[in-house]
């Protein structure tokens, strides 16, 4: 029975024979929220020229709308390049919120500015 506490949290096990290890990291939300009124977007994590950005919709006070299914499209315009159409849920430049976010991965080269779209909500946009 484990009580976490509202925003990122961390689960660690470590064997008692083995030296081995291994942890979750999770945000616990418990705030309610409104219609999504707006597009947050990220960069999670860079590995050499390869960065993994994140979609969030948020509501109009900054929380993370859960339920948010909107369809979302990823377009780039620089010298970088959206890798897409490979058929995955983070390799399509078109498709569905879960859990009130999505994720895309790009090939970083140069100047290059990446932008999500949604019908009904502003855009955002994000220079990488």
Known sequence: M????E???VVRA???REKISDEIRFVY??????KPAKLVLEELRAV???AT???KALDARDVLCLDARNVVRFALAGDGRLIDNLGTSITSRKVELYNGRALIIVKKKGKSV???SSEGLP???LNI
């Open 14 to 16: 470590v064997a008692r």
């Open 2 to 5: 484990v009580k976490f506490k």
């Open 53 to 55: 950005l994140e979609v």
């Open 48 to 50: 050499d020229d390869v």
């Open 123 to 125: 855009t955002a946009f």
């Open 114 to 116: 990446i932008s999500v």
């Open 7 to 9: 925003g990122e949290n």
């Open 29 to 34: 939300q418990v705030q309610k929220w409104d």
